[in-house]
């Protein structure tokens, strides 16, 4: 709703002016209408990773309907499960407003193959060049 109505009604999102937005993983698809909760991974030691909004930030410059990570994005080191035993798999990736808590996502994408397994003192990577979002 929020990409409708800022381009055809002008109306600007609450993510609009942010210098960072956020990306996060999650064991089953953030989906359609859901919220950077939905389906996170919750270990001990994960946080979402920043991601700087402008022309020489995380992202090469899209081209034919899809862009790609210019660096890599590292989270943080599993000390300790969560809610979800280990090993966790991440299989999705979001792209969000918030640094935690509830909030809007903007991009959500299945990571290729079995995606990243995550076990004590693993330190999960997406590495350059392997997240693609792509208009619909």
Do not use: M
């Not at 055809?8 to 859901?34: D, E, F, T």
């Not at 990773?49 to 410059?61: C, E, K, L, Y």
């Not at 081209?63 to 798999?89: D, E, R």
């Amino acid at each position: 709703n929020d990409f409708l109505n800022y381009a055809l009604r002008n109306v600007a999102p609450s993510w609009g002016a942010g210098a960072q937005l956020y990306i996060s993983l999650h064991v089953g698809s953030p989906a359609v209408g859901g919220n950077q909760t939905t389906n996170e991974l919750d270990y001990v030691g994960y946080a979402r990773v920043a991601i700087a909004r402008n022309s020489s930030g995380s992202f090469s410059a899209a081209g034919g309907g899809s862009i790609t990570n210019s660096v890599a994005f590292t989270f943080g080191k599993c000390t300790s499960a969560g809610a979800i035993p280990l090993p966790h798999q991440a299989i999705y990736v979001a792209i969000g407003e918030n640094s935690s808590g509830v909030g809007t996502v903007l991009f959500f994408t299945q990571l290729a193959g079995v995606g990243i397994t995550i076990n004590i003192n693993s330190k999960p990577e997406i590495p350059i060049g392997a997240l693609i979002l792509q208009e619909a």
